[in-house]
């Protein structure tokens, strides 16, 4: 399996809402080689760490695609500069974030690409939508299920709200 982290807090040109950027990111995928077998409803919640930004959407989608890891997360870069994300500082406001959160099981550190997402594991903004749609996945490296990983936060993360149903494609 595939994941993907989808996530907006910012509007851009052409559209009203992190919603919609975040609606119309899927339907992009589908247009370069990115194929969306099914997606979380969407989700809102605060950004991580809490600051004064808008609060977030989020939502996962499992994919299918035949490139390889690094050149799907080129593909998912592109996207999300084509939405008009601009990269300054870390954990800054953003039109369109792509994760790619797991690529079939496999496990690797590198300069540009770590996976599983280092981070997917403590965040319920992931997790939550993560065992929406797999809630039998497990984690590369833990063996934990996303149900397993969601149950077990920690508490002090606000929690999320589901904005609509899932889309299965």
């Known amino acids: 399996m595939i994941l993907i982290g989808i996530g907006s807090n910012l509007a ?6 992190p919603l919609e950027i975040a609606a119309a990111s899927v339907a992009r995928l589908s247009r370069i080689g990115i194929e969306v077998r ?5 989700y809102t919640s605060q950004p991580v760490p809490p600051s004064d930004q808008p609060w977030y959407v989020n939502g996962v989608a499992a994919v299918e695609t035949a490139l390889a890891p ?3 997360l080129e593909a998912l870069l592109a996207v999300e500069a084509g939405f008009g994300r601009r990269r300054s500082v870390p954990d800054a406001a953003r ?3 792509l994760d790619l959160l797991d690529y079939e099981g496999t496990q ?15 965040r ?23 149900a397993e990983l969601l149950a ?10 589901a904005l609509a ?5």
């Open 95 to 97: 039109t369109l974030d």
């Open 70 to 72: 690094m050149a799907l």
């Open 152 to 161: 077990a936060l920690p508490p002090g993360q606000q929690p999320v709200q």
């Open 124 to 146: 319920r903004f992931v997790l939550a939508p993560l065992a929406e749609i797999a809630p039998q996945w497990r984690h590369p490296r833990s063996g934990k299920t996303a």
């Open 108 to 122: 690797c550190v590198g300069d540009r690409l770590v996976l599983p997402h280092p981070r997917l594991h403590e």
């Open 38 to 42: 099914c997606r979380s409803r969407w």
């Open 165 to 169: 149903e899932p889309a299965r494609l």
């Open 12 to 17: 851009a040109a052409g559209f009203a809402s």
